[in-house]
């Protein structure tokens, strides 16, 4: 089976642009989570969306958004850029059982 | 709500020795779950092993195994005959039921340098 696959890698962003991350899940996962992770604030959970749902929600601001197509491929959006967005984006696929899968993440840095 | 503490910012081990990685947690929670995961300088989050709160045997794989003491809530990570590439941040984390499905929360890592 293939693994969790994230794109892009990289990033370099201007402060003020928006950016969209993409996360192709294990097939057959339903489930996909979002995690920033960052050296001030360590692994910190966006979101979590399930059936193209989102059922759950971390604690960050409104300009962090996310979706989820039929194919279990989710995305998630970052508007009006900072400076403090600068991070590794973690994606994870997980299935009914407790297993969950990371992907090798996004890096963004916001110049 | 779910805590996770690490409280060892970095660990050193020679080559072939074992070393035990510190994770203690909190919930009040009945139904949970235990994770590690390391995380090499790649950024990847590898699954390591997973431990239920109701699994009444610690969990093993391979080299590494899971000392479970869910009356001291903790969850210590051993890893045995310690290699070269063991040399990465490692994570304990935690899923809850009242958190929600895959919600998992993260300890501050610990990360590990293996010596030959």
Redesign the interface.
Known sequence: KAGVTQTPRYLIKTRGQQVTLSCSPISGHRSVSWYQQTPGQGLQFLFEYFSETQRNKGNFPGRFSGRQFSNSRSEMNVSTLELGDSALYLCASGSSSYEQYFGPGTRLTVT | AQKITQTQPGMFVQEKEAVTLDCTYDTSDQSY?L?W?KQPS??????LI?Q?SYDEQNATEGRYSLNFQKARKSANLVISASQLGDSAMY?C?M?GSS???????????TRLLVSP
């Open positions: 779950g994770f995961y790649s950024g990847e989050m590898i699954f997973y239920g994570f984390a899923r958190s929600g499905f895959q919600k998992l929360v993260f300890g501050t890592g």
